[in-house]
Structures are given as structure tokens and as C-alpha cells.
């Protein structure tokens, strides 16, 4: 038997919450401090609500009993250090109502495309059958208000529901298209296309036969394929159509909803917290944590004052147990707003164009370059600047947004990926629409701007704005 010795990395249980709470963000620290609030007694949040003009009524008050208890005949009324009313509410009648009322939020849920449809099927005078088929198209649809299911499909799923419920009837598409002509009907008009077209011909079809140019939509429709290649002179050809009936057929074209199910898509707005505010005073950049998502912790100084270093009773100990535990939880906080604070002051002092001129300002920036001035591992980095966000006056951003790759330009310099979007995005917003850029283009562009990229590079950072092509982008008319 002989004797090894090795070299081990452990964390210890501080190390490890330290570590955990770095990684989380605002919201699931707050839940944290208040899960080690309600499990540890000496752990105590700090109350801002100590008013001095209280300290001085209370010295009055007890001066004033104390002079009363002297007296030959104590009066009727002395004072007290609470009033009835700070303990019961009193209400004399039932018709009364509080100064200020709790009030639940009332708020009503936005009703879903699905719903709104049900509640016009379950109105028709269908059959079970029809109704049955009527479900399923409805479930069948996206969330743009197309049917996103073959009738084939539709009808199998219809055929196997009515054989689970015992039902001998046969179901055959021409029926579902029957059911799904008159879905296509009801409110929003178009609802249950297979397609744009389709989506916009339905629409078309209950507008007013007098409608200006209401025929010339119709031909358009025919040749879809035509007008989104913005093929023009196939187009004219192929309909029959001048320019000024081509132009007065899009403008009819343009006041249908092309998406009939976008109105009923939730809408709500999910806010997010700062963790960092960054403001300008006196020509300088100053970063301060947000005050409204630092907890103010303290040790409970009632139970710590029953903690005694001779007593070895299990409650003392447990006291003595808690107590290490919440200055662990402290310091931790503490750790974790010091990096905060740290890496945040780096990335401002890297990103002061995009503060100063916006997005087209933004430098180029890795983890490691932070993780190398601030002297934290990149793991480290990568965890105080996830789910964490810098309000500034360019707007609230994700700490992760500072961070993007460099392409190097022809004076031998680097810029920032964010940066070259940025330029991407305004060369299109200022293009001639008749004659739009293309990749090429918009490469010998940036070149001219000393930004050497490719082709193929501009086009990838194009789709990652979700812009179009430049035959996509053309508008003829």
C-alpha cells in the first residue's frame, strides 16, 4: 500500500452559490431573496421608513406620561403608544366604502383567433357532422388565420373522431370544402385560406361589384406568382392590364388584410428591469446599479442576540447555523453586485460611440477582452452579462448585446458586426426603390467606407435583419 498525492479543485457550498446567483437574472433574484427571507430567521430585509419626526413625537409622548404619572390626580385620558384606529378598521355602515380599495386586476384576456371563430360556428345551423369538421378547421389553423392542414388530412382526422364515437357515417372532402367555404366567410373575411392569394381572391369577393378596379385585382390574383417576382412586363401581357390599371388594382389590393389572424395575436408587452442605468453628467459617463433591484439585507439583531458561545443546545446551534448561512447569502449578494458593476463600467468605457452616435458607433468586442480587464475567468463574463440589462439613453439593451465579432477594414482597423448591420440596414432605407441595391452593390458601398466584406457576407447580415432581396425590394409601380 503506498501513499498518492494529487491536486483536486472542490467548490465549496459559498463558491457555489456565489456562482448561481451571478447567473440570475433580476426577477429570480428577487424570488431567491425572498425564499432565503422566509426560510432563514436571521436574515432580515432593511425598511427605508425610519422617520425621525416619529423618534421625537415618541420622546414627547413618554415625557408627557411620565409627568401625568406624577401628578396628584391622573387624568382621565392618558396616552398611549397606539390608537384604536391604527389596529381595527372601523366602517359604520355597509354602504360606506374605504378611502383607497384593493382592487383586482380586471384587466380582459385577449381573445384568441380559435375562439372568436367558435363562438360564430357554434351560431350556424350545422349539422354534429359539420360542426365536428367546423372544430377541426378551426384547430387546423396558424397563427395568421391560414389552414395549415391538407382537407385529406382533414377528413381522415373527422372519419377517426366519428368512428371513436360510434358514429357510421362517411365523410368525404367535397364535404369538409363545403364547411371550409363558409368558415372562409365569417369574421375576418378569409380566414382558413390555403395561401395569400386565395386569402386575398375571398376578400375580393365581398367587396362591391361597383368597386373601382375590383376586376383587375381579380386578374391580378390569377398571376400571383407574376406579381410577387415583380415581373412587370409579363404581367401587362399576360392580363391585359395598362399601368394606371395595374397601379389602381395594387392600391385595391393594399386595403385587404393579407394576414387575417394578426389582430388576435397577444399583444402583451413582457417589461424588462434594468440591472445597470447608465447616464451623462457633466460631459462623463456614469454607471450606477439600479437602487429599485438591490435588496438591502441585514442580520436579524433580535436572534442574533441570542446566540451564546458556550451554549452547545441544539436551538443555539441551529441559531449559530442560520447565522453563518444568511453572511454567506450577504456577501454573495454583495460579490454579485460589485462584478455587476465591474464589467458593466468595462463595457461602457469600450462601447462610448454607441452611446455617443448609436448602433453604427458599436466596437467590436469578445468576452475575453472584458474577462482580461477586469481579471474574471470568461465563464465568469458569460454569466454576469446573461439575462442581465443596461438601461441607457439609446434604449435598454441585454449586456449581451455589446458583445459581436470584427471584420478587419483596409486601413488595418476592425469593426464591429453590429456596426456593418447598422450600415447595411440605412443603405437600404436610402435607396431608390426602383432601382434597389444589390449585395454587390451595397459591398463596394462599404468598401468606399474602408469596410471590406464579401458578397456573400452582406447577404447573410441582410436575412439576419430579415430584409429582402433587391428583386424582392423592387417596386415597379
Known sequence: MGLKIANSLSLTPQLQQAIRLLQLSSLELEQEIQLQLDSNPLLEEVEEQIITENLSTIDVDQQDLTHALNADHLPDDLPVDTDWDDVYTHQPTSLSAADFEEREDNRQRQQS????????????????????????????????????TDIAEITASVQQLLASMDYEEVVEEDEVSVVLKHIQ?????????????????????GVAVTTPCRQDAIKLLQHYELLISNELPKLIKQTGLNQDQLRCALDL?????????????????????????????????HVALNPDVMPKLRLNSFYSNMIRRADQSEDNQYLRNQMLEAKNFIKSIDERHKTLLKVACCIVEHQKAFLEIGVEGMKPLVLRDIAEEVELHESTVSRVTTNKFMLTPRGLFELKYFFSSHVSTT?????????????????????????????????????????????RTVAKYRESLHIPSSSERKVLI
Open 113 to 148: 383567433l380559435q375562439e372568436h371563430m367558435l363562438e360564430q360556428i357554434n351560431l350556424l345551423h350545422f349539422s354534429k357532422v359539420d360542426q365536428l369538421i367546423a372544430y377541426c378547421i378551426v384547430d387546423s389553423l396558424d397563427n395568421k388565420g391560414f389552414l395549415d
Open 185 to 205: 366567410r365569417l369574421d375576418p373575411v378569409g380566414v382558413g385560406a390555403r395561401n395569400l392569394a386565395e386569402c386575398l381572391l375571398i376578400q375580393l369577393e
Open 253 to 285: 389590393l393594399k386595403t385587404l388584410k393579407p394576414y387575417p389572424g394578426q389582430e388576435f395575436e397577444d399583444k402583451t408587452c413582457n417589461y424588462q428591469i434594468p440591472d445597470v442605468v447608465v447616464r451623462k453628467k457633466n460631459g462623463r459617463w
Open 411 to 455: 486601413s488595418g482597423g476592425e469593426a464591429s458586426s453590429t456596426a456593418i448591420r447598422a450600415k447595411i440596414k440605412k443603405l437600404i432605407a436610402e435607396e431608390n426603390v426602383r432601382k434597389p441595391l444589390s449585395d454587390n452593390a451595397i459591398a463596394s458601398l462599404l468598401k468606399e467606407d474602408g469596410i471590406d466584406v464579401a458578397r
